[in-house]
């Protein structure tokens, strides 16, 4: 007859069956429609058994049977060559007849096992309709009762595919002829095939076929069907956790809750695997990696359900748990090539689930320390779930055997512990918004006049705020007003800041940037002073720089106004001082308000330009309709930027008729450009085009300016025209060596008087020549008659004057016509050197001194100065500042031979 397995009838079986037992965890991850298949094909059963149960009170159990027989003795194996033919050796007795560890007598390996029982039948199954209930057999069986084939799952080929049966009760009906009466005339054979394990995990029974089939129901269904109802019960929960999820994106717990309802209803597929035959055609040590890998990911996903449900963050503890339990098994899992290696190796992973669990355990602690209703209840269900697993988990690392796993019955207490979080965070939820319901109206009134005393204070701030800034805006107002007086230069600037406001009926603006122009008189010329800055910061914090740097520029203003001491310095001499005593202003505030800016001189009889530039852009010159930068190769840092006083230096440049000079803030270049992108230009050269265009006017720049985009930042320009009342009284540029002559033609032009062009161009040939040939007192006295006779020095007959004075040691008379060259001249810094030359050798040291120190503002890295300087200061008595300036000349050139000779005499005359 045909052999029952677990209650169903059941042939000899053709299909190949798995050579090796499934873990307690499960690892393969089927596709959907193979895991609604299974689900559909274990719900049958379920409900068979769960109806077979409910009637088991009412029918005789196997206690209650007349007879029955236990095969708990007299065991014996031999291994086997094959599922069928004889055995390969002798028959042992089965140590200890211990049944459930039986990979320890096959140590070469896989293979098969032959298990032989001889019995002697009760007088009461003679005859009678008898079963087998061999209960679970890992791997697989075939089953001999007197020679006579009762059933079996059957291993066909080693390494081919293997069919999880490990959980399937083996039932088979044994035919009324097959027993025999007598001592031992029963012989029972079981074949297994083992690989790393194997075992019979319950002592073989015969029994009445009612009584056994009601046993093997029983027992199926407490490890069979169970399994398949909660897998079942886990998927309906997860696609409901999942559509509150796509409901409500927010609550993350609700995602994180139905992956691990997924994951752990494929932990519960593992349990009836079998009744799904789309598996047996994979082989089994595939589905067990996948299925081990999927478990970890299905605990890492409770982790963090239980973050959301504690209200945690993960911190880098967790993430660094999660990193080592995760990569592991994604690395190792897939280098198993046979089961007996991963099973030898499987106990070491289940550890990280023990550490999963404890630092769910802990965050769960966690949150009832801090108090969280949820807390509680995943404490609880974690402590329900917690030890079930950890029951099954040492069982499966100590080999133990157990009747039941009992995850399967942990698992619906957790499910209803977090239901119960869960709903009752619902709950609550509902609850808050039942009160604000309740109260919405009165708590809306309440909430407007909130919102209307709020908005009446802010007015009211704001208007004490408009009101401080409207007077700033007072205060700035005197300090940057254009009071230049010049024949020559015109000043014109417009300024207009990004902050505007409106204080009751004024509207005005407010920020850093900052423009003053002013007459001085230095040296008995008139000079015109102008200044364009701009204070870091936006409205409030920019202007008050600006007010600062107002402040104590006007006062060095009248300083200079109504002290003759500080009208006799030079324009270098002024500017260093002004510049220094700014910068310390600026520095006392620690570096919280720095400032911007260009600060010079327009000397009005010459049109030479002093300026220096604080890292304010450059500025630019319009000349003949074309705009371009003035390049300087000395770059500063902003006022208050700590040792700046020490690298002061002075531009100069000489303006020529119609020329203006530009100098602007940085607000110029700072446009959003309108559209989509809204780009802020970078092109600092985008604002020729514009000053080309409208001749310099700053306010149609400014518009031209605002049509493009947005200013976003403060704008100020301020241009310095030079308009001389007749362009022949504007000097020569006097650039060329000291013994050079200059053109006739200019020459004649700056003499003023038409009639002495020609004795001019004809004396100055014939000084030429006399110079040429080495006849320089002949050169001297004709330059003297020339000189006379015209009655005016210009430049071009001072410099062949000074190279014969030079020449002929006339030394008190050349510094007397340098003087008067330089104020012709000022901007030439070869004759500047030479007069400093000359008033040493005239005896004048102080006044070489003063001339040297004009000539390093202006150039501080021209050496020859520099030990020129030295060499003065040395012979004036002040040997520290004679030190500081050869230093200075090795740190500008290292290999400066004079400079390091004399450096090195001076230490040695100390």
Partial sequence: MDGIVCGRFAGAHSRPISTSRPASFPEFLPKPFSFFRSARGALRPALLSVLLIAFAGCSETPDDAPEHLLLDSGWEYAPAASREGPVSGDFRPVPDQDLIHLAPLLPQGPGFLELRNRFTTPAGLLNADVSLLAGRIIWNDVVYLNDRYLGGLEQLQPGGPEPNHWNR????????????PGESANILRIRIYIDAEGSLTEIPMLGPTRAMARKATFDSFFRVEIHAIVAAVLLVFAIYHLFIFFKRRSDLENLFYALFLIGFGLYEMNFFAHLIGALDSVPYL?????????????VYSGVLFSLKIVRERPGPIVHAIAAIVLLGPVVTLPLYQDYATFYQYRSFYLGSVIAFMGTAIFLSIRGMVRNIPEARSLALGLALLFLP?????????????????????GFPLFLGSMAFALANKFVNLHNQVEDLNTGLERRVEERTRELNESLT????????????YFLTSLLLNPLGVNFARSETFAVNFFVRQKKQFQFRKYERDLGGD???????????????????ADAMGKSMQGAGGALVLGSVFQSIIERTHINPREQEQTA???????????????????????????MGLAEDRTGVVYYVNAEHPAPILLRGGKAAFLTSDVLYRKLGTTGVES????????MQAGDTLIFGSDGKDDVRFRGDSGEVNEDETRILASIERFAGDPEKIYAALADEGEIIDDFSVLLLSYRPESPSEVSPKAGSKTDSISDP?????????????????AGLQAAREAIRAGRHEEALADLRDLRDAIGAAPVELLRPLIHCLVECKEYREAAEEVRGYLEQAPEDNEMLYAASVIHRRAGDTRGAIDLGERLRLRAREDTRNLVHLARLHQAAGDTPRARYLLEETLRVDSEHARAREALAALMKSR
């Avoid at 067990?288 to 970890?296: A, E, P, S």
Wanted: glycine share 6%; aromatic share 8%; with cysteine.
């Fill in 514 to 532: 900052l423009c003053a122009a002013h007459t001085i008189h230095l040296g008995g010329q008139a000079h015109t002073v102008f200044l364009n």
């Fill in 286 to 298: 595939s589905v067990q990696l996948w299925i081990w890998l999927v478990m970890h990911l299905t």
């Fill in 745 to 761: 033609g200019a020459a004649a032009k700056a003499g003023g008087d038409p009639e002495n062009a020609g004795s001019l161009a």
């Fill in 389 to 409: 697993i950890l029951h099954d988990v040492v069982a499966e690392i100590l080999k133990l055997d157990v009747e039941v796993f009992l995850t399967a019955y």
């Fill in 457 to 468: 204070h802010t007015r009211e701030l704001k208007e004490r705020q408009d009101g401080d």
């Fill in 647 to 654: 690298m002061v230096s002075i531009q100069v440049y000489r």
């Fill in 572 to 598: 270098e001499a002024w500017l260093k001082s002004a510049f220094v005593e700014l910068h310390k202003v600026f520095v006392s505030f620690d570096g919280s308000m720095l400032v911007s800016m260009v």
């Fill in 169 to 180: 009760t083996r039932l088979y009906r044994v035919p009324r002829d097959t027993l025999r």
